[in-house]
């Protein structure tokens, strides 16, 4: 998240989408391998309320650590927002599945996601930003229809999909939220591109500036 010049710069640059005055800007990274780990000590951080909000049951640590274990990154995508101190305080997990005839599409694929964020870092725009990311890359994978399952209790995420625009389905307690997006266009897959760009820049100074912290403080 970044409440300095260069945020205010990128922001100046067109990256108000859902920007709040007051709000840090919040770059949005695809993640990998290398953060296999930091996406377990962030879902191994969620208290059980929100683990059921998340995974709609209160799993235990075990089952988080077999989801983690299990993510592929080559075919699913991990979306991840850093603070300052390079936590992960955000992740939003977009997996592809063949359409079923369930689903409002008339695509191969339908992309469902999934998101959290640490309550440290709530109420600043990151499960916005990372929604946000996973639409427009769910537009630019040529993907129509973003999935998304939540109950009805959980009132930040309706609101969420709600201000999207997203079509919203409910029936015992759960809501199904589907957003209808756009084809891709060159504007669509060139402000993904920029997105990333910037967020690996911050990532990385992030990243070298936590390494330098652990090489420098003195070991006991
Ligand atoms: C849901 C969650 C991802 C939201 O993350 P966040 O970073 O706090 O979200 P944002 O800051 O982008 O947006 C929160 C929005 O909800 C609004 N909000 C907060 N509490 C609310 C409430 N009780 N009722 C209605 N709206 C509420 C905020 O005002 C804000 O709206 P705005 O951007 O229009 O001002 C986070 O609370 C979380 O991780 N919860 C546990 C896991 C979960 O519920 N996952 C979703 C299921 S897939």
């Given at each position: 998240?970044?409440?300095?010049?260069?945020?205010?710069?990128?922001?100046?640059?067109?990256?108000?989408?859902?920007?709040?005055?007051?709000?840090?800007?919040?770059?949005?990274?695809?993640?990998?391998?290398?953060?296999?780990?930091?996406?377990?000590?962030?879902?191994?951080?969620?208290?059980?309320?929100?683990?059921?909000?998340?995974?709609?049951s209160m799993i235990p640590d075990e089952q988080i650590t077999a989801y983690v274990n299990k993510l592929d990154f080559k075919r699913d995508i991990v979306f991840g927002v850093v603070n300052s101190v390079f936590q992960l305080v955000g992740v939003g997990h977009l997996a592809f599945a063949p359409a079923d005839g369930a689903k409002p599409t008339r695509k191969a694929r339908v992309a469902e996601f999934g998101v959290s964020v640490s309550k440290s870092a709530r109420g600043q725009g990151v499960g916005s930003r990372l929604f946000q990311r996973a639409a427009i890359n769910c537009r630019n994978a040529d993907v129509d229809t973003l999935y998304m399952q939540c109950l009805t209790s959980n009132q930040t995420m309706m609101h969420i999909a709600r201000k999207a625009?997203?079509?919203?389905?409910?029936?015992?307690?759960?809501?199904?939220?589907?957003?209808?997006?756009?084809?891709p266009s060159a504007a669509s897959v060139m402000a993904e591109a920029i997105e990333e760009q910037w967020a690996v820049i911050d990532y990385t100074v992030k990243a070298n500036a936590r390494a330098a912290v652990k090489w420098l403080t003195p070991k006991k």
């Open positions: 998240m970044l409440d300095n010049p260069l945020g205010r710069w990128i922001r100046g640059l067109g990256g108000k989408r859902g920007h709040k005055p007051g709000r840090p800007t919040v770059l949005v990274k695809e993640l990998g391998e290398r953060d296999r780990r930091r996406i377990l000590r962030h879902f191994l951080a969620l208290d059980s309320s929100d683990r059921l909000l998340r995974f709609g625009g997203m079509e919203i389905k409910r029936e015992y307690g759960e809501a199904d939220a589907y957003l209808q997006l756009p084809p």
